[in-house]
């Protein structure tokens, strides 16, 4: 069976708090794991009164605290949003707190637009440019080096298994170039996916890290015990995602009966657009559609992205799911 792993938003529900979103998410995490999912991803986002991961170091060390096997990890930190130093500090003391469970996806894009990037003091633009060689001095401080002759010691010889994340071709030719593992962000951006795919696999460069390619792409994937109930869960997905296509994200919200049939044409387009990397439905619906997915894209992994209003039908999604493939 294909390894599957969680990507998490950390979402604060319409009503709820960002403390209520982050004892769910660790409870999420706890099920995740019991469930058997190889790793536990929090997504770095800011500015947005929905998502509680922006400090995503901090709460992946509350999530660590809460399981004891999954790998969990940052999917992804936007480094252009950072300095390459405090994130090998950050990374380099989970891994010490979690030893061998941790993972640090790491993605170009600012995820901002120029408010956030006065708020943090950087000229985004500029520190997106340097993306390599911000990759390479990770590697190199979690290996021991001490850049421009400063030492980072939280971070030598840490244990941290780093990915580069897209949704384009970009990142896909620097994981090639560079040997390292590749995460493709097909749940939201899936245009590029095939292309991408291709290009990392035929251009990839064995590595220390890694002999040969390791593709993982994301899918958008809701269980419940009929196609009915996981299409009406869905929908809170679905509402999210309309809102943050027109310019107006919010809190999570709850599911509605028939939420398509109140759309215009191109808000529909857009969730067809989404709807071409999801599984959604009965757990036989589900495999089906994970199953056609891994056949198209010949993942060596995949990352399901699909939170619920009601918790506790995430954390049973996610068992169904997993019941289903095995």
């Known amino acids: 069976m294909i390894p ?65 096997t999954i790998r969990i990890g940052a999917g992804g930190i936007m480094l252009p949003n950072h300095n390459p130093y405090v994130i090998a500090e950050q990374f380099g003391t989970l891994d010490a707190l ?48 001490a850049v421009s002759g400063v030492a980072a010691p ?35 951006a899936p245009a590029m996916l095939d292309q991408a795919a291709a290009i990392y696999r035929e251009r990839f460069q064995p590595s220390e890290v890694r002999d040969k390619p390791h593709f993982m792409a994301a899918i958008n994937v809701i269980a419940a015990d009929t196609d009915e109930e996981a299409q009406f869960l869905a929908s809170t997905n679905e509402q999210a995602f309309v809102a943050l296509r027109s310019g107006s994200p919010g809190r999570m919200k709850p599911p509605i009966r028939n939420y ?12 067809d657009q989404m709807r071409s990397v999801s599984a959604i439905g009965s757990p036989e ?27 506790e039908a995430q954390r049973q999604s996610l068992q169904l799911t997993m019941d289903a493939l095995k």
Do not use: C, N
Request: net charge negative.
């Open 4 to 68: 599957l792993s969680v990507l998490d938003l950390v979402p604060v529900r319409e009503g709820g708090t960002v403390a209520e979103a982050l004892a769910e998410s660790a409870r999420t995490a706890r099920a995740a794991e019991k469930a058997g999912y190889a790793r536990y991803w929090v997504a770095e986002h800011h500015g947005m009164d929905g998502i509680a991961g922006g400090a995503t170091s901090v709460v992946l060390a509350h999530i660590g605290h809460a399981t004891s």
């Open 98 to 145: 979690f030893p061998g469970r941790i993972d640090l996806g790491l993605g170009r894009a600012a995820g901002a637009d120029g408010r956030l990037a006065y708020a943090l003091r950087k000229d985004i633009v500029k520190a997106s440019e340097a993306f390599p060689q911000d990759v390479v001095e990770l590697q190199a401080r979690f290996s021991g080096e």
């Open 154 to 188: 939280q971070a030598a010889g840490a244990d941290v298994d780093l990915w580069i994340l897209g949704s384009s071709l970009y990142g896909a030719q620097l994981a090639a170039m560079l040997g390292l593992p590749y995460a493709f962000a097909s749940h939201f």
């Open 260 to 271: 398509r049939e109140t759309l215009p044409a191109g808000a529909l387009t857009m969730l």
């Open 285 to 311: 619906t589900v495999r089906e559609g994970i199953d056609a997915f891994v056949r198209r894209t010949q993942a060596d992994e995949l990352i399901i992205s699909g939170s619920t209003y009601d918790p």
